[in-house]
């Protein structure tokens, strides 16, 4: 069983910046969802996202956006946990999906400056807080996760060398291809971002990064916002895109394994909740299958309703959000969440207001990718 | 918990190349010669499942199955192996920029209706790697490194730190860059390798438990912001083929087990990065005899 003690914690989001104003903005319902910033419109079917409203000039986007906001939500992290700004040595650990793919596009299209070490993050992080042992990896939605397991593997480490403490990261921003790409694949165009709704129409993409600083032991001198109890990862082998609820339902009783935890240990599942038509039903079976009779015990939310979907960025927000969740005891609604499909029918969604006075102890994290690449965490409060 | 006489090591269990002018660890150590011709994922792994797919997934679909029969794990009917016992870590900075640019451009030039619905899993940079355990039905942790010019070491790294942590008995690792347009351009007009190579890292338990053939044992990795020190000897990749990129470290590794192979028995040092970069990694590769790849005096003077 993993015991992880998470030290720092930074987020941003369209919801809002720094973890405090974010959690809170998500638990009054408040939705980042606006109409398309960076993007002529006129080339694209839906017209909305949910974007952090950073650019200069509206409708003209700018290169580089993916690694401010990743140096935000770090730099936040870091502070949290009294690291201050120079993190050489410290392995920092980066899931995205896309990469800065978007300073590719307007390289490619407008001609802004671009070099190929532009593609990952490690000249960002070097130049900013001297990180020199950084690591990105570009595993769809299910990034952020993948990037915690491996983090939780290196604390596991043994003899000399082996690091104290890791910070993991994720961040993705919106990019021209793959927005356009997932509207085309639906009949109508999504319009909000409803997820296990029967009216949902699909998915729209969000900006956002978040970070969290995972310690080796508690050592007393810092406050812990929470501890990680375990992740498990796999491939369900199955389908570029579909998902199987054969191999997220193997995934999440692998951490269910990893963190000691039964069904009815866990009070809340943040959901991946796409609001995508096959991924929802997906996740519901899954869980119904691994949970059995206590399917109907946790609360349950999918914030990507109000942050969009962010990606490689969304595994470590639903994470920091259930870990705020587990010490204040509040929960963020699922806004538009009127009629649930039948796969998810049991399940205590929590919708209208955030459930509040809540003695909750364990969360379960889900995130799932593009490839069948699944990642499930559970994380233990410490209210 | 930690046995001390636990055997921890990780090998080289299967190896495989492709490139223009080498598809073996041998002709890859040897130097590829100039003027070989592009590679043809169609005649190694036959055209089925290859519409659609980028360069760099059909690239490495054919070193996937190539060195997992190398190692023994892909027979005629599929693995020899429970398919949640291996995973894949691939390693790419251009796979899949061919993709983003024609759908940018389909999208600028036309709008989002023209594009193909076929792109939207080749937009997302993880598509070689998800697609090689699709094909070949390997379900244990598929994880995509675009880490810049270290990625190749890196990967290898997290597969033998995913082997430690007991994620999974043995890793693909694969290391591939396609040439085209618009990573020429970025490169400034030079090509990339158009190939890359693959490797089986394995749990040495696991390896010696099927009588597998184990070709090199890890040593130490070190990733740091200080350039690596390239030694005598030290293998490179030859010019005319261009930049290697997030396949170099890969093919670094598939060049050393090409010199064990030949008999070689000194430790063999792969390094990337560097001062030109924003970190450098080294790694160091010994014969396959060694035994206990943390106590060689190579391997305590390396880390």
Same mark, same amino acid.
């Given at each position: 069983?993993?015991?992880?003690?998470?030290?720092?914690?930074?987020?941003?989001?369209?919801?809002?910046?720094?973890?405090?104003?974010?959690?809170?903005?998500?638990?009054?319902?408040?939705?980042?969802?606006?109409?398309?910033?960076?993007?002529?419109?006129?080339?694209?079917?839906?017209?909305?996202?949910?974007?952090?409203?950073?650019?200069?000039?509206?409708?003209?986007?700018?290169?580089?956006?993916?690694?401010?906001?990743?140096?935000?939500?770090?730099?936040?992290?870091?502070?949290?946990?009294?690291?201050?700004?120079?993190?050489?040595?410290?392995?920092?650990?980066?899931?995205?999906?896309?990469?800065? #793919?978007?300073?590719?596009?307007?390289?490619?299209?407008?001609?802004?400056?671009?070099?190929?070490?532009?593609?990952?993050?490690?000249?960002? #992080?070097?130049?900013?807080?001297?990180?020199?042992?950084?690591?990105?990896?570009?595993?769809?939605?299910?990034?952020?996760?993948?990037?915690?397991?491996?983090?939780?593997?290196?604390?596991?480490?043994?003899?000399?060398?082996?690091?104290?403490?890791?910070?993991?990261?994720?961040?993705?921003?919106?990019?021209?291809?793959?927005?356009?790409?997932?509207?085309?694949?639906?009949?109508?165009?999504?319009?909000?971002?409803?997820?296990?709704?029967?009216?949902?129409?699909?998915?729209?993409?969000?900006?956002?990064?978040?970070?969290?600083?995972?310690?080796?032991?508690?050592?007393?001198?810092?406050?812990?916002?929470?501890?990680?109890?375990?992740?498990?990862?796999?491939?369900?082998?199955?389908?570029?895109?579909?998902?199987?609820?054969?191999?997220?339902?193997?995934?999440?009783?692998?951490?269910?394994?990893?963190?000691?935890?039964?069904?009815?240990?866990?009070?809340?599942?943040?959901?991946?909740?796409?609001?995508?038509?096959?991924?929802?039903?997906?996740?519901?079976?899954?869980?119904?299958?691994?949970?059995?009779?206590?399917?109907?015990?946790?609360?349950?939310?999918?914030?990507?309703?109000?942050?969009?979907?962010?990606?490689?960025?969304?595994?470590?927000?639903? #994470?920091?959000?259930?870990?705020?969740?587990?010490?204040?005891?509040?929960?963020?609604?699922?806004?538009?969440?009127?009629?649930?499909?039948?796969?998810?029918?049991?399940?205590?969604?929590?919708?209208?207001?955030?459930?509040?006075?809540?003695?909750?102890?364990?969360?379960?994290?889900?995130?799932?990718?593009?490839?069948?690449?699944?990642?499930?965490?559970?994380?233990?409060?410490?209210? | 918990?930690?046995?001390?006489?636990?055997?921890?090591?990780?090998?080289?269990?299967?190896?495989?190349?492709?490139?223009?002018?080498?598809?073996?660890?041998?002709?890859?150590?040897?130097?590829?010669?100039?003027?070989?011709?592009?590679? @043809?994922?169609?005649?190694?792994?036959?055209?089925?499942?290859?519409?659609?797919?980028?360069?760099?997934?059909?690239?490495?679909?054919?070193?996937?199955?190539?060195?997992?029969?190398?190692?023994?794990?892909?027979?005629?009917?599929?693995?020899?192996?429970?398919?949640?016992?291996?995973?894949?870590?691939?390693?790419?900075?251009?796979?899949?920029?061919?993709?983003?640019?024609?759908?940018?451009?389909?999208?600028?030039?036309?709008?989002?209706?023209?594009?193909?619905?076929?792109?939207?899993?080749?937009?997302?940079?993880?598509?070689?790697?998800?697609?090689?355990?699709?094909?070949?039905?390997?379900?244990?942790?598929?994880?995509?490194?675009?880490?810049?010019?270290?990625?190749?070491?890196?990967?290898?790294?997290?597969?033998?730190?995913?082997?430690?942590?007991?994620?999974?008995?043995?890793?693909?690792?694969?290391?591939?860059?396609?040439?085209?347009?618009?990573?020429?351009?970025?490169?400034?007009?030079?090509?990339?390798?158009?190939?890359?190579?693959?490797?089986?890292?394995?749990?040495?338990?696991?390896?010696?438990?099927?009588?597998?053939?184990?070709?090199?044992?890890?040593?130490?990795?070190?990733?740091?912001?200080?350039?690596?020190?390239?030694?005598?000897?030290?293998?490179?990749?030859?010019?005319?083929?261009?930049?290697?990129?997030?396949?170099?470290?890969?093919?670094?590794?598939?060049?050393?087990?090409?010199?064990?192979?030949?008999?070689?028995?000194?430790?063999?040092?792969?390094?990337?990065?560097?001062?030109?970069?924003?970190?450098?990694?080294?790694?160091?590769?010994?014969?396959? @005899?060694?035994?206990?790849?943390?106590?060689?005096? @190579?391997?305590? @003077?390396?880390?």
């Amino acid at each position: 069983m993993t015991n992880r003690p998470i030290v720092g914690m930074g987020a941003v989001a369209a919801t809002g910046r720094g973890v405090g104003e974010l959690f809170d903005a998500l638990c009054r319902g408040t939705s980042g969802r606006a109409g398309l910033r960076g993007f002529d419109r006129s080339r694209f079917r839906a017209q909305h996202a949910y974007e952090v409203d950073d650019r200069p000039v509206t409708g003209r986007d700018i290169p580089g956006r993916a690694t401010r906001l990743l140096l935000d939500a770090v730099g936040q992290a870091a502070a949290d946990a009294g690291l201050g700004e120079d993190l050489g040595g410290i392995p920092v650990l980066v899931g995205t999906g896309l990469r800065e #793919l978007r300073s590719l596009e307007l390289w490619w299209r407008d001609g802004s400056p671009f070099a190929d070490s532009g593609l990952h993050f490690g000249t960002g #992080l070097r130049e900013r807080f001297n990180a020199d042992v950084t690591h990105t990896f570009s595993n769809a939605c299910s990034a952020s996760l993948y990037a915690l397991a491996l983090a939780s593997d290196l604390l596991d480490q043994e003899g000399e060398g082996a690091p104290d403490t890791v910070i993991v990261a994720g961040v993705d921003v919106l990019t021209e291809s793959m927005y356009g790409l997932l509207e085309r694949v639906h009949p109508e165009p999504p319009d909000r971002v409803r997820p296990f709704d029967r009216n949902r129409t699909g998915v729209l993409m969000g900006d956002g990064a978040a970070a969290v600083v995972l310690r080796r032991t508690d050592d007393g001198s810092r406050r812990v916002h929470g501890r990680l109890r375990g992740v498990a990862v796999n491939c369900d082998a199955y389908h570029v895109t579909a998902p199987s609820p054969d191999g997220i339902a193997q995934a999440m009783r692998a951490a269910h394994r990893i963190a000691g935890v039964k069904p009815a240990d866990i009070d809340l599942v943040m959901l991946h909740g796409t609001g995508t038509l096959l991924n929802d039903e997906a996740e519901a079976a899954a869980l119904r299958d691994v949970l059995g009779e206590d399917a109907s015990a946790p609360l349950m939310t999918a914030v990507k309703s109000m942050t969009g979907h962010t990606s490689g960025a969304s595994g470590l927000i639903n #994470l920091i959000i259930g870990v705020r969740a587990l010490q204040e005891g509040r929960v963020p609604p699922t806004v538009g969440l009127d009629d649930p499909v039948d796969e998810a029918a049991p399940f205590r969604f929590v919708t209208g207001e955030a459930a509040t006075g809540r003695e909750l102890n364990v969360a379960q994290l889900n995130a799932f990718g593009f490839g069948g690449i699944n990642a499930v965490a559970l994380v233990e409060g410490t209210r | 918990m930690t046995d001390a006489t636990a055997d921890t090591a990780v090998v080289v269990s299967g190896a495989a190349v492709l490139l223009p002018g080498a598809d073996t660890v041998r002709a890859l150590a040897d130097g590829p010669a100039p003027g070989g011709a592009p590679v @043809e994922p169609a005649d190694h792994v036959g055209r089925k499942g290859l519409r659609y797919k980028d360069r760099a997934t059909q690239l490495g679909y054919a070193l996937t199955a190539a060195a997992l029969r190398d190692a023994g794990l892909l027979g005629e009917d599929g693995m020899t192996v429970p398919a949640e016992t291996t995973g894949i870590v691939a390693s790419s900075n251009f796979g899949n920029l061919d993709t983003v640019v024609r759908a940018l451009d389909t999208i600028r030039e036309e709008t989002v209706t023209a594009t193909s619905p076929m792109d939207l899993p080749n937009a997302s940079s993880n598509v070689i790697a998800s697609s090689a355990a699709i094909r070949y039905g390997l379900r244990g942790p598929n994880l995509m490194v675009c880490n810049g010019e270290t990625s190749g070491l890196d990967a290898v790294h997290w597969a033998a730190t995913m082997i430690a942590a007991g994620r999974a008995e043995r890793f693909l690792v694969l290391g591939v860059e396609p040439d085209n347009a618009v990573v020429r351009r970025l490169l400034g007009g030079r090509r990339a390798v158009d190939g890359g190579a693959a490797l089986v890292l394995e749990a040495r338990t696991a390896a010696t438990a099927r009588s597998a053939t184990v070709r090199a044992v890890l040593g130490p990795y070190r990733r740091a912001a200080d350039e690596p020190r390239e030694t005598a000897g030290h293998w490179a990749l030859p010019a005319h083929l261009g930049s290697a990129s997030g396949a170099y470290g890969v093919l670094q590794v598939a060049a050393a087990v090409g010199w064990f192979d030949a008999g070689r028995r000194e430790p063999v040092r792969a390094v990337a990065g560097g001062a030109d970069h924003d970190a450098g990694a080294g790694l160091l590769l010994l014969a396959p @005899e060694a035994a206990r790849a943390a106590e060689t005096p @190579e391997a305590a @003077e390396a880390a």
